[in-house]
């Protein structure tokens, strides 16, 4: 084994940026000493034993996932693209408050929010959100945009193959967004549920589309936002 | 008739088959051995490798080829244009002329003429190898200079040094062999190889040859010329396109070129394993291409699976290697062959040749037990109170630190 003093000396580190003075040759004394073993080499019987890591290597299943051809699954809460949610008769769950765009710190969201007249009821209560935009070259996927919203309107989903040849291209709108309508729906804007209001919908009291609102969505043309 | 006088009958034309034969070979096997590297590297490290373009991905590196050759061909402004052009035909060409003298095949019969799958035969073959080799390095010492760019220059002085080092050792490695088979002609020491291949008997030798191919073909763990954390591409740093290609080609047939000549020399070239000898005729004797070419790919799946499994050597080591040990057990080597060879052809009986190479290693033996025991003894921890010999950066708050201070005595003096 070879040993080998290496010298630490326990002076405190504020001093080493101090300019010298005449008589720090004197804290020669105070350094203390740290003795280390230092291994030599291996031998070579020991070392060619890596040959032979290689080797079994090979025949190794390989964890590499045929990304475009095979696509593995993400985990359940892994943070894509997001979604605009929607109550179950059809309106839409934003209102248009803003918050998300405050909650994030850099700016990637953008809304403007717009009253919800009698003949133009997009989400239960007086306001909706008219633009809504998120631009995915700033968006950090943190999330906190998604704590931020208090009708849950705004979610994420797992899908992340976000990549395109534009910046316009990346700024997400509105009918980007939205959540598919399914069947059972009925397409805003309509009238709310009979007999509700909007406190019913945000305590989850509506269950489903009343044809008084207008044609129930039958499922059966691929799920169009607008 | 011995295969010179084979040879030598050739027609013009068979020449000329021969030789489009064998820069053919040598380009498909590059494509091919791009591919292999790939993806038996790629194994080592748990991937796949390239494989999308064609069924296994085989078709990638003619992909790449001509994506390369596709490319903008720059030449800088300050490099020397002639040299530059010149320096990767040289080293393209050399290459692919080391394939004319490897035995292939044994006699066959091509087109209705009795000949053997060699271009030719000269009686100096092997020499004329390592000639060749030796043109090559003007490839590359000449790409390094005229690119008129730092990188390039060191990479390519490191390179020429490095395969003239490494020559020195193949050749020697190569003596025994010579002395063995009483020939440098490679047929004659293929033909000698009948019994007992050399990798047996001269076992040393083939180590020597195997260690210094790799440093002769600039390959891992011997790349430092191209050593991309400090030289970016080493010699071929400003080449791009067709010329760099031709680099890239260069570099795969001298791998190629380099197991060729170790099959030939020490493999047995194209005979069968032992206990196989009756494959040899198959088919009209064509069969024996298979034999040659799977020990060539022996050796190049050593290059990978040394690439795969060492890291890159320090220049100062690799050079102290060159020089201090392989050349010296060379040379050590071969004096041992030589008198065994010839006590064996004054006749001694084969007590007496045997007696002599027990000496031998018993007295190499106790040199290397005394040589340990000194090795060891230059280990051993310092005595208590002495520092190390050797100077140290300076400290935070220390004026003067060097190896003559006593330091760490309580009571020590100040400087």
Sequence with gaps: ?226 | MTTAQLIANDPGWLITVKGLLVFIVCVLLTLMSVWGERRIVARMQERPGPNRVGPFGLIQALADGVKLALKEDLIPAAADKIVFVIAPIIAATACFMSFAVIPVTGPVTLFGHKTVMQLTDIPVGVLYVLAIASVGVYGIVLAGWSSGSTYPLLGGLRSSAQVISYEVAMGLSLVAVFIYSGSMSTSDIVGAQNKWWNVVVLFPSFVIYVISMVGETNRAPFDLAEAEGELVGGFHTEYSSLKFALFFLAEYVNIIAVSALATTLFLGGYHALPGLGFTEAWLGGWFTIVWFFLKVNFFFFIFMWLRGSLPRLRYDQFMKFGWKVLIPASLLWIMIVASLRVIQQNGASRTVALAFALGIVIIVMAISSVFEKSKKEARKPLPEGEAPNFPLPQLPGVSSFNASTKAHTSGGTNE
């Design chain 1, 1 to 226: 084994m070879h040993q080998q003093r290496l010298t630490l000396q326990e002076a405190p580190m504020s001093n080493s940026l101090e300019p010298k003075k005449s008589g720090a040759a004197k804290d020669i004394n105070d350094v203390s000493y740290v003795e280390v073993e230092q291994p030599g080499p291996a031998s070579l019987g020991k070392q060619s034993l890596g040959f032979w890591v290689t080797f079994k290597t090979m025949f190794k299943k390989n964890l590499s996932v045929q990304y475009p051809d095979v696509k593995a699954p993400t985990e359940e809460r892994f943070h894509g693209r997001h979604q605009l949610n929607r109550h179950p008769d059809g309106l839409e769950k934003c209102i248009g408050c803003e918050l998300c765009a405050w909650a994030f710190p850099a700016d990637a969201i953008y809304v403007e929010g717009g009253n919800n007249t009698p003949g133009n009821q997009v989400s239960p209560g007086e306001r909706h959100g008219a633009v809504y935009q998120i631009n995915y070259l700033r968006c950090i996927f943190c999330g906190l945009c998604v704590e931020a919203c208090p009708t849950r309107a705004l979610t994420m989903t797992n899908e992340y193959e976000l990549a395109d040849d534009s910046r316009e291209k990346l700024i997400f709108e509105k009918e980007d967004l939205l959540a598919p309508l399914r069947a059972g729906m009925v397409m805003p804007p309509h009238p709310m549920y009979p007999d509700m209001d909007e406190n019913n919908y945000y305590r989850g009291e509506v269950k489903s589309a009343d044809p008084s609102q207008g044609p129930i969505f039958d499922g059966t043309t691929a799920g169009e936002a607008k």
